[in-house]
């Protein structure tokens, strides 16, 4: 299955500016995700990113506040913009190498966001 | 629309004991289903899963679940506990919309 290297791991950030998450696949994926982690909670998905076309959001996110580059089959980032700290929370990224029925969806390390 | 519902947000076990976390999901097609484990400050490791195939889905670290469609559920086991599988777990479903939905978790306690 892909190796995913997610960057970076773990970041404390200023109230009011933004920050980019990189995703790095060890291979060519056609689907990436990204999802959200909040303190206790469970993940939420954000977008579904595909290389060469606007990424796909979920009910409740929006491109100005989570906007997502896919430049290639390889890599996405994801861009926290206007951090208040209801946007501390872990977020983790995704893809569908098209082996789910042999190894499922892999999912990168985690970003461990916390704004203050 | 599918869900997953996890019954339990804590479950607490000791060591050696059987563990078992519940998972029932909502999905009008034949549904894809997964157990995660997420250990403290890591990302998501894949326990298993039910891809159509038997309906008895071992896994990884001694854990099991078995798919009953008649009961809509997909519960995980493991005969006897160790210390070392206190972390949080999540079952997800996924029905060919390529992107999963989550259940809310069930953090797994281990008492020695």
């Known amino acids: 299955s892909a190796v995913i290297s997610q960057k970076p791991s773990r970041d404390i950030c200023q109230r009011g500016t933004s920050l980019t998450i990189q995703c790095q696949v060890d291979s060519q994926v056609t689907m990436m995700f990204w999802y959200r982690q909040q303190p206790g909670q469970s993940l939420t998905l954000i977008a579904t990113?595909?290389?060469?076309?606007?990424?796909?959001?979920e009910s409740g996110f929006v491109i100005d506040k989570f906007p997502i580059s896919r430049p290639n089959l390889t890599f996405s980032t994801l861009t926290v913009s206007n951090m208040s700290p209801e946007d501390s929370s872990i977020y983790l990224c995704?893809?569908?190498?098209?082996?789910?029925?042999?190894?499922?969806?892999?999912f990168g390390s985690g970003t461990r966001l916390t704004v203050v | 629309a599918q869900s997953v519902t996890q019954l339990g947000s804590h479950v607490s076990v000791s060591e050696g004991a059987l563990v078992l976390l519940r998972c029932n999901y909502s999905?009008?097609?034949?549904?894809?289903l997964f157990w995660y484990v997420q250990y403290p400050n890591q990302g998501l490791q894949l326990l298993l899963k039910?891809?159509?195939?038997?309906?008895l889905v071992k896994g990884i670290n001694g854990f099991e679940a078995e798919f009953k469609k008649s009961e809509t559920s997909f519960h995980l086991t493991k005969p006897s506990a160790h210390m070392s599988d206190a972390a949080e777990y999540f079952c997800?479903?996924?029905?060919?919309?390529?992107?999963?939905?989550f259940g809310q978790g069930t953090r797994l306690t281990i008492n020695p």
């Open positions: 990113a595909n290389q060469g076309s606007e990424a796909t959001y």
């Open positions: 999905s009008s097609v034949p549904p894809y």
């Open positions: 997800a479903v996924n029905t060919g919309a390529q992107k999963l939905v």
């Open positions: 039910y891809t159509s195939a038997a309906t």
């Open positions: 995704s893809v569908d190498d098209g082996t789910v029925i042999n190894y499922g969806y892999t």
